[in-house]
């Protein structure tokens, strides 16, 4: 219960009146492929303010990471930028020539990953690779940017700074790795923080200590966070809103707490019943999602998750649904003909249960 | 480290035994007779013959032979040139620095070029510049040397006048020789023009001799660059903000080095054990030359003393090339 009035205190203290930190307007990208143009993001629209950590979630091939990539400029061949716009601190980094967008990565915008062990470069220390980036960014002479190194090796919470820096990354257990990944993100004291993943390739236990870090430096440095996950219970502890994207496309945006009360597309309820709870172990077969997300490119008419949904009409599948804000609260948008209801709601024993 | 040195010191042992064994054996199985050859044409006595055969020891069982051999290269002994009569060992330490030299102007010329050749195939990959360095490199590495060379010096020798046919300096000069090295001992001679002359004279043989390293070590650099561009660090370099030139030379090159080193390196013993071919077309006063003709005179000693002496030349390399493995590979420096 505790975590669950955290969330609802974390929420009512951000988006009052939201000067935007990063919008992301209708971001599409392609993947080419035998000559044929494959989509894996289409039309994606998020934002984050300042201080605010939103969780992306969806399955593997949403498209969530593709998004994320898109707005650090790191989409490479085979995939194409093919429109859309990143806002962030006021410019649109895409239209950005690619010098002056390296200027803001790194810096005022860095990004950690999923895997923390092949995202180091094996053949520097980590001392040479965290001095690396403040050589880049900072104005700070040898012996400043050590000392800088060590205040971050501290920060990220490990024990013995001095010995780190020497350290190599083989020499550095999983956790380890991504402690230092984050010391690297964090060096300039950026306003967003990407993390894609980056809990998922480590143990539960470290698992949780790296979230803890992730959210006291985002409270600490009133950081934005971009929190990519496909792991729900996760979203539950440290994210403020939550944006849930299903093949390539956002479905439904939505404050935590109000997703977990109420969710408003069949695909975001569907996920929330996958959630092993603590009634899951009485004889019940845990939740799953029938048939299987679309394969990249055999993207038809009508909405995406129609074959799949427990609540289509015929009009899902000839019509394709927008992201529409609610009417009620303009601050949750969902992109279904027929959003739930409280009066088809089922779902608040399972929010209890999951946070419990 | 020590350890992992230590180890590969101890297996040179048993690598040299076998050395000896193996030259001493097949230098012997080979059809044609030391003494008849140096004899010529004239012919030889009988007991000219028998007189020879017990002066160099040829008479002896042929273990009782293998024994003594043993014995005098354990000794440091590599014995004398049948045809001769000079010490193998010094007639070696004066043909090497010839070879040596040539070898290495051809693997610096091959590295200063296949690096950034493989490097850009890489980056520029499936485009027509990756086509066309692949094809270049293809076509090095089939192209029968002697034909290459053959080539070269038709149309720049014979045909265009602009580069020497053959050996290391013109007979103009008089160079003393004290390092062997054509181009360190025109300079101690304080001889600019036979400075250049010696330069002249080494870029068709280093030309040719680098062919076929060159074309190696470009597909051994794209293919590597190619399979480290993959990886997650990169991504990370990009995300830190480093320019495209950083992310690449600095980040990818230092890993893509390591497969590289070891064809640098093997490459490199190679050239040095002399390159036959080059040094006969260019009449290259190296080991090269001297091997194919002792192996010609059927010289036992030369040819079992020669081949010993590159294949601890190749010992060395190898050597080098596991040292400067551990300097740019950090998870081997760590071993316990």
Same mark, same amino acid.
């Given at each position: 219960?505790?975590?669950?009035?955290?969330?609802?205190?974390?929420?009512?203290?951000?988006? $009052?009146?939201?000067?935007?930190?990063?919008?992301? $307007?209708?971001?599409?990208?392609?993947?080419?492929?035998? /000559?044929?143009?494959?989509?894996?993001?289409?039309?994606?629209?998020?934002?984050?303010?300042?201080?605010?950590?939103?969780?992306?979630?969806?399955?593997?091939?949403?498209?969530?990471?593709?998004?994320?990539?898109?707005?650090?400029?790191?989409?490479? $061949?085979?995939?194409?930028?093919?429109?859309?716009?990143?806002?962030?601190?006021?410019?649109?980094?895409?239209?950005?020539?690619?010098?002056?967008?390296?200027?803001?990565?790194?810096?005022?915008?860095?990004?950690?990953?999923?895997?923390?062990?092949?995202?180091?470069?094996?053949?520097?220390?980590?001392?040479?690779?965290?001095?690396?980036?403040?050589?880049?960014?900072?104005?700070?002479?040898?012996?400043?940017?050590?000392?800088?190194?060590?205040?971050?090796?501290?920060?990220?919470?490990?024990?013995?700074?001095?010995?780190?820096?020497?350290?190599?990354?083989?020499?550095?257990?999983?956790?380890?790795?991504?402690?230092?990944?984050?010391?690297?993100?964090?060096?300039?004291?950026?306003?967003?923080?990407?993390?894609?993943?980056?809990?998922?390739?480590?143990?539960?236990?470290?698992?949780?200590?790296?979230?803890?870090?992730?959210?006291?430096?985002?409270?600490?440095?009133?950081?934005?966070?971009?929190?990519?996950?496909?792991?729900?219970?996760?979203?539950? *502890?440290?994210?403020?809103?939550?944006?849930?994207?299903?093949?390539?496309?956002?479905?439904? *945006?939505?404050?935590?707490?109000?997703?977990?009360?109420?969710?408003?597309?069949?695909?975001?309820?569907?996920?929330?019943?996958?959630?092993?709870?603590?009634?899951?172990?009485?004889?019940?077969?845990?939740?799953?999602?029938?048939?299987?997300?679309? $394969?990249? /490119?055999?993207?038809?008419?009508?909405?995406?998750?129609?074959?799949?949904?427990?609540?289509?009409?015929?009009?899902?599948?000839?019509?394709?649904?927008?992201?529409?804000?609610?009417?009620?609260?303009?601050?949750?948008?969902?992109?279904?003909?027929?959003?739930?209801?409280?009066?088809?709601?089922?779902?608040?024993?399972?929010?209890?249960?999951?946070?419990? | 480290?020590?350890?992992?040195?230590?180890?590969?010191?101890?297996?040179?042992?048993?690598?040299?035994?076998?050395?000896?064994?193996?030259?001493?054996?097949?230098?012997?199985?080979?059809?044609?007779?030391?003494?008849?050859?140096?004899?010529?044409?004239?012919?030889?006595?009988?007991?000219?013959?028998?007189?020879?055969?017990?002066?160099?020891?040829?008479?002896?069982?042929?273990?009782?032979?293998?024994?003594?051999?043993?014995?005098?290269?354990?000794?440091?002994?590599?014995?004398?040139?049948?045809?001769?009569?000079?010490?193998?060992?010094?007639?070696?330490?004066?043909?090497?620095?010839?070879?040596?030299?040539?070898?290495?102007?051809?693997?610096?010329?091959?590295?200063?070029?296949?690096?950034?050749?493989?490097?850009?195939?890489?980056?520029?990959?499936?485009?027509?510049?990756?086509?066309?360095?692949?094809?270049?490199?293809?076509?090095?590495?089939?192209?029968?040397?002697?034909?290459?060379?053959?080539?070269?010096?038709?149309?720049?020798?014979?045909?265009?006048?602009?580069?020497?046919?053959?050996?290391?300096?013109?007979?103009?000069? @008089?160079?003393?020789?004290?390092?062997?090295?054509?181009?360190?001992?025109?300079?101690?001679?304080? @001889?600019?023009?036979?400075?250049?002359?010696?330069?002249?004279?080494?870029?068709?043989?280093?030309?040719?001799?680098?062919?076929?390293?060159?074309?190696?070590?470009?597909?051994?650099?794209?293919?590597?660059?190619?399979?480290?561009?993959?990886?997650?660090?990169?991504?990370?370099?990009?995300?830190?903000?480093?320019?495209?030139?950083?992310?690449?030379?600095?980040?990818?090159?230092?890993?893509?080095?390591?497969?590289?080193?070891?064809?640098?390196?093997?490459?490199?013993?190679?050239?040095?054990?002399?390159?036959?071919?080059?040094?006969?077309?260019?009449?290259?006063?190296?080991?090269?030359?001297?091997?194919?003709?002792?192996?010609?005179?059927?010289?036992?000693?030369?040819?079992?003393?020669?081949?010993?002496?590159?294949?601890?030349?190749?010992?060395?390399?190898?050597?080098?090339?596991?040292?400067?493995?551990?300097?740019?590979?950090?998870?081997?420096?760590?071993?316990?």
């Amino acid at each position: 219960m505790s975590n669950e009035s955290s969330v609802m205190s974390r929420q009512s203290s951000v988006r $009052k009146n939201p000067p935007f930190l990063l919008k992301v $307007k209708n971001l599409s990208v392609d993947f080419r492929s035998h /000559g044929k143009s494959i989509s894996a993001v289409e039309s994606v629209n998020y934002d984050a303010c300042a201080g605010e950590t939103v969780a992306v979630v969806g399955e593997s091939g949403s498209g969530k990471s593709v998004t994320a990539l898109a707005i650090m400029g790191l989409i490479r $061949k085979p995939g194409i930028l093919r429109s859309g716009m990143v806002k962030f601190d006021g410019k649109d980094l895409l239209a950005l020539s690619s010098r002056q967008r390296r200027k803001y990565m790194g810096r005022n915008l860095s990004m950690i990953f999923q895997e923390p062990a092949t995202s180091l470069n094996p053949s520097f220390s980590i001392g040479q690779q965290i001095t690396e980036v403040l050589k880049l960014h900072e104005n700070l002479n040898h012996a400043q940017r050590h000392n800088r190194a060590l205040d971050l090796i501290n920060e990220v919470g490990i024990s013995d700074p001095v010995k780190c820096l020497k350290l190599w990354p083989h020499q550095l257990s999983g956790g380890m790795n991504q402690r230092v990944m984050i010391a690297m993100a964090i060096s300039c004291n950026p306003s967003l923080l990407i993390a894609d993943e980056p809990t998922t390739a480590l143990d539960v236990t470290v698992q949780a200590q790296i979230l803890d870090l992730l959210r006291s430096l985002q409270q600490k440095n009133n950081m934005g966070m971009i929190f990519i996950t496909h792991d729900l219970s996760v979203v539950s *502890n440290i994210a403020h809103r939550v944006v849930v994207m299903y093949a390539g496309q956002v479905v439904e *945006n939505c404050p935590t707490t109000e997703l977990f009360q109420q969710p408003q597309h069949p695909y975001t309820e569907a996920l929330l019943k996958s959630l092993p709870t603590k009634n899951s172990y009485k004889n019940k077969r845990l939740y799953s999602i029938k048939g299987s997300p679309p $394969k990249a /490119g055999e993207r038809l008419s009508g909405c995406r998750f129609y074959s799949r949904c427990n609540y289509a009409k015929n009009n899902c599948r000839e019509e394709s649904p927008k992201l529409i804000n609610d009417l009620q609260s303009n601050y949750r948008a969902v992109r279904c003909f027929y959003p739930l209801t409280n009066a088809t709601n089922h779902m608040l024993d399972l929010f209890d249960d999951s946070l419990a | 480290m020590p350890q992992h040195l230590l180890h590969r010191l101890l297996l040179v042992i048993p690598t040299f035994f076998g050395i000896v064994a193996l030259t001493f054996l097949l230098i012997r199985l080979a059809p044609g007779d030391p003494i008849l050859l140096i004899a010529g044409e004239h012919g030889v006595s009988a007991e000219r013959y028998a007189e020879l055969q017990q002066q160099f020891g040829f008479d002896q069982p042929l273990f009782i032979q293998f024994a003594d051999y043993l014995w005098q290269v354990l000794n440091g002994n590599l014995g004398r040139s049948v045809v001769t009569q000079t010490p193998v060992l010094e007639e070696f330490s004066n043909l090497f620095p010839a070879t040596l030299e040539l070898a290495l102007i051809a693997i610096i010329l091959a590295v200063l070029i296949a690096i950034p050749a493989g490097v850009l195939a890489a980056v520029k990959r499936n485009t027509i510049i990756d086509h066309s360095i692949t094809a270049v490199s293809l076509v090095g590495y089939s192209m029968p040397i002697f034909w290459w060379a053959l080539l070269l010096i038709l149309l720049f020798s014979v045909n265009l006048g602009w580069m020497p046919v053959a050996g290391r300096l013109n007979f103009i000069y @008089d160079i003393e020789s004290v390092t062997g090295f054509m181009l360190i001992d025109t300079l101690i001679a304080g @001889d600019k023009d036979a400075f250049f002359d010696a330069v002249h004279h080494l870029i068709l043989p280093a030309i040719v001799l680098a062919t076929i390293p060159l074309a190696v070590i470009t597909r051994m650099t794209r293919s590597a660059m190619l399979e480290v561009l993959k990886q997650d660090y990169i991504r990370t370099a990009r995300a830190k903000g480093l320019s495209e030139f950083s992310v690449i030379f600095k980040h990818a090159l230092r890993n893509a080095l390591i497969p590289v080193i070891t064809v640098i390196g093997l490459q490199t013993s190679i050239l040095m054990t002399g390159a036959i071919l080059t040094e006969t077309i260019f009449s290259w006063p190296g080991i090269g030359k001297w091997l194919l003709e002792a192996v010609y005179r059927r010289d036992y000693p030369v040819v079992q003393g020669g081949v010993l002496l590159i294949a601890g030349l190749v010992i060395l390399v190898n050597t080098v090339v596991d040292l400067l493995y551990v300097l740019i590979n950090p998870s081997l420096r760590q071993q316990k």
